[in-house]
């Protein structure tokens, strides 16, 4: 893939691999990257009308002149003649992670947009220097992606996909298109607040200095991690088994495969303990010594435990840090990030709980069967021990009876957090493996030709 394009080349490309679709919802905060793509997107589409814009600003609500700024977009729009929609971020705001917690308020909204009128598409106006900062903050917070920048295309809570098709174009070159044509943008305050990692960056002038080559080792990088994906994938369908939905099984291999043994691990502790990202560089180091026998036989990394029996390695989830979901009537949510419940009971509620004492799971229906009988009996009971019990919720909105079964008005799903919020394209192959092992349906495919 091309590195620096200008952003006529680069519209002109992702339209010719863009399948034929009603819709695209844009992603307008009104500053000159999704501003630029906006425009262009306008320009080449003008001839057929097809696909449909439809812009849509996410206010978070955490700066006076938000308000006013979301109105300037939607009047810009309408003088455009082009469909816009304003996304509130309401109720309470964290007071840590709060920056995390606005960027997955922004995709929710984006989404909920996308979906309300019809699309499973949004466009982002992420840019080159976008892909060079997050490659950089990645390899300097060692999270085990290296060099790994931003995808192109990145399945969201598996029903919309996130396009950015100026992943290659200068954020100057943009805006070099909207001065030509005597179009104004919005300075997002943000862009220079330095308690922000990306702004650090950004005014370290690290970023600023990366040429060319560093977005071939990016390219490069994410060609690697497919064909990783499509290796592990095999690997995984060779030897990897799920009992009961909760205990992962693996076998000890020769050495020439080890190395795939070892990510193999990594995945199965992210997909047991709920977590979103796959080990960092420093617990890839834990790994490499408890594949090779090398420690002792059992370990904590991740929410997940690591069981060492003879010639097979378990993994299923720590029994730590578990906490009660209430689930309401006609509501639904995750519990653990791990398991999906959802309860069509217009009147009664229910409270999703860990394990207490000696109880027993609530019986989750998994397509994936129950434990073997050659599980040893400590790693079952150990699995067992951090599975969910359902209980009925009483008036007074406390716990009260256990449920042996569930209710038919209740639903569990296997949620799989390391693959179902965000979903990188070339990671798809080795999600629908793990999904299959789950008893989970296949991703859908991006929206693109062959």
């Not at 396009?163 to 805006?175: G, T």
């Not at 909105?397 to 799989?416: C, D, I, Q, S, W």
Request: charged share 25%; glycine share 8%.
């Amino acid at each position: 893939m091309e590195t620096d394009l200008t952003p006529d080349a680069a519209i002109d490309r992702f339209l010719s691999r863009l399948k034929p679709v009603e819709t695209l919802v844009v992603a307008l905060s009104g500053g000159s990257d999704s501003t630029a793509l906006l425009h262009l997107l306008r320009q080449r589409l003008a001839d057929s009308g097809k696909p449909r814009l439809v812009a849509v600003t996410v206010d978070h609500g955490l700066r006076p002149g938000s308000k006013t700024e979301t109105a300037a977009v939607a009047a810009a729009c309408a003088a455009l003649g082009i469909a816009h929609r304003a996304a509130k971020w309401t109720g309470r705001k964290p007071r840590s992670g709060l920056q995390e917690a606005a960027r997955l308020a922004r995709y929710d909204l984006l989404r909920r947009a996308a979906l309300d009128v019809g699309a499973d598409i949004v466009v982002t106006g992420h840019t080159r220097d976008d892909q060079i900062e997050t490659a950089m903050m990645r390899s300097a917070r060692g999270d085990g992606r290296g060099l790994s920048g931003m995808a192109d295309a990145v399945l969201y809570r598996r029903d919309c996909w996130v396009l950015r098709p100026l992943l290659a174009v200068r954020r100057e070159a943009l805006r070099r298109v909207l001065t030509d044509a005597g179009i104004s943008w919005i300075d997002d305050p943000s862009n220079v607040d330095e308690r922000f990692e990306r702004v650090r960056l950004r005014r370290s002038g690290t970023a600023a200095g990366a040429d060319s080559e560093l977005l071939s080792m990016i390219d490069r990088t994410a060609q690697a991690r497919r064909e990783d994906a499509a290796a592990l994938s095999r690997f995984i369908d060779a030897h990897a088994q799920i009992h009961a939905g909760g205990i992962a099984e693996l076998p000890q291999v020769p050495a020439e495969i080890s190395e795939y043994l070892q990510q193999a691990i990594g995945l199965f502790a992210a997909l047991m303990g709920g977590r979103s990202h796959r080990p960092g560089s420093k617990l890839q180091t834990q790994i490499a010594r408890f594949s090779a026998d090398v420690g002792p036989p059992r370990i904590n990394l991740g929410r997940s435990v690591l069981d060492r029996r003879a010639d097979r390695i378990f993994i299923y989830r720590e029994r730590r840090g578990q906490r009660a979901l209430v689930l309401p009537p006609g509501g639904s949510a995750v519990w653990d990030e791990r398991y999906w419940f959802s309860n069509e009971d217009p009147a009664r509620g229910y409270i999703v709980a860990p394990v207490a004492g000696k109880d027993g799971p609530t019986h989750l229906g998994s397509e994936t069967g129950p434990a073997g009988a050659d599980i040893p009996p400590g790693v079952r009971s150990g699995a067992l021990r951090a599975e969910p019990v359902l209980h009925v919720q009483t008036p007074d909105k406390k716990r009260g009876e256990k449920l042996e079964t569930l209710p038919n008005a209740v639903t569990v799903a296997r949620h799989l957090a390391l693959f179902d919020l965000f979903l990188p394209e070339f990671d798809r192959i080795l999600a629908d493996k793990c999904a299959g092992l789950f008893g989970r349906p296949a991703y859908c495919a991006p929206p693109f030709n062959e």
